[in-house]
Every structure is written in C-alpha cells, then in structure tokens.
C-alpha cells in the first residue's frame, strides 16, 4: 500500500527566503507525482506535475523534483512572498488506469511580510 | 477554458438523510474522480468515473456512490448520513489519458447534524 509523507508539517519563513518542502513515497512504482496548493477552505490548485520519466519541471519561482529510485520529491520555492502561504499537497498516483492517487498530508507554509 | 465546476458549495443536513453532490469537470476531459477530505483523515479517494463507467474504488462503504453521465459531469450520492460524512468533497477533472493531469473544483462542503 502507498504511503505519502511530508514533513515537516508546518512551516514558518520570513518573506524573501527560498525553501524546500519534501514529500517521501514507500512505492517507487508511480506513473506521475503532483504538487497542489490548498487555501483554507477551498480546493486544490495544480503547481506542478512530474510523469515519472521526468526528474524536474519548473514554472515560474517553482521546481520540483523526483528520484523515483529514493521515494522522494521536493518543492523548491524561490525568493517566497506573502501570497505564498497556504498548504502544499503531493499526490502520487499508481498507474496510468489506476485512479486513485495517495495524497500526502500537506506541509502548512506561512510566510511572514 | 472553463474550471472544473461542483455544486452546490455548502449543504447542511440531517442525519439519516440523503445527499446529492455535482461536479462538472472541464470541457473534453472524461475523468471525473471525487475524494473527501477531513481534518483527521486528510484526502481520500473514493472513486472515479472515466466514460461513463467507474474505473477505481475507494475503501468507503456502499452508502457513497456516484455515477457519471454522457456529456462527462458527475454526481456522488451519499445514503443515510452520518456524523461523520461531514467532510469538503472535492472533485478532481482530468483527460483520462496522457499525462493524467487532475484539475480540482472548490469543492462542496458538507455537514451533518
């Protein structure tokens, strides 16, 4: 069974600082792992989705990376913002049919101005 | 391009009752998974729908059902509520093929009472 962890659970950083939120996976057997952010209460917005032929993807102040072979990806956000704070999911999903991808239990980034 | 759309955002009910949630998923997309999120539990999947026909079941029991319709939108049904259904159900839209990509409605927020 599929067991996704991100520690550290919660996380506090001044404006302006770059940093790295981890997500560890038992199952190296994955067709793709994906980054969300989720703002109280709402849903959940796509950051960044890594197939698992690939070992990075960026957009814009994020890149996320994935060794497969370690169980581990991270999310690297660079110069954080304010705006930035929410709660950091990473999903991971078994097989291109199998529909069910294993959540973690999200890191909760506050970035204070 | 349209959001993934899921209606209606917030329901109160009563225990013992019957819920119907909605999820339109983005245009030409022909999966439609839904997943409950709870403080304690974190997200957990409960099944998704691809053509028409489930393709991936969660481990929730037969009170939660759903189907999905020829124009691709979806509906969950959950039969004889309880306490503990009380829960933000998100819906997640993707193409069901390629790189499985999975786009996330606001969700509908359900208590019971």
């Known amino acids: 069974k599929q067991e996704v962890t991100q520690i550290p659970a919660a996380l506090s950083v001044p404006e302006g600082e770059n940093l790295v939120l981890n997500c560890s996976f038992t199952d190296s057997a994955i067709y793709n792992l994906q980054w969300f952010r989720q703002d109280p209460g709402k849903g959940l917005t796509s950051l960044l989705l890594i197939q698992s032929s690939q070992r990075e993807q960026t957009s814009g102040r994020l890149n996320a990376s994935l060794d497969k072979s370690s169980g581990r990806s991270t999310l690297y956000i660079a110069a954080s913002q304010p705006g930035d704070s929410a709660t950091y999911l990473c999903a991971v999903r078994p097989g291109a049919n199998a529909g069910k991808s294993t959540f973690g239990d999200g890191t909760t980034l506050t970035v204070k101005p | 391009k349209a959001g993934v759309t899921q209606t209606p955002r917030y329901l109160i009910k009563t225990r013992g009752q019957q819920v119907t949630l909605s999820c339109s998923p983005i245009?030409?997309?022909?999966?439609v998974s839904w997943y409950q999120q709870t403080p304690g539990q974190g997200l957990q999947f409960l099944f998704e729908?691809?053509?028409?026909?489930?393709?991936n079941k969660g481990n929730f029991p037969g009170r939660f059902s759903g189907r999905q319709f020829s124009n691709s939108r979806s509906e969950m049904n959950v039969s004889t509520l309880e306490l503990g259904d009380s829960a933000l159900y998100l819906c997640a839209s993707s193409p069901g093929t390629g790189t499985y990509e999975q786009y996330f409605g606001p969700g509908t927020r359900l208590t019971v009472t």
């Open positions: 729908y691809f053509s028409e026909t489930q393709r």
């Open positions: 245009s030409g997309h022909r999966s």
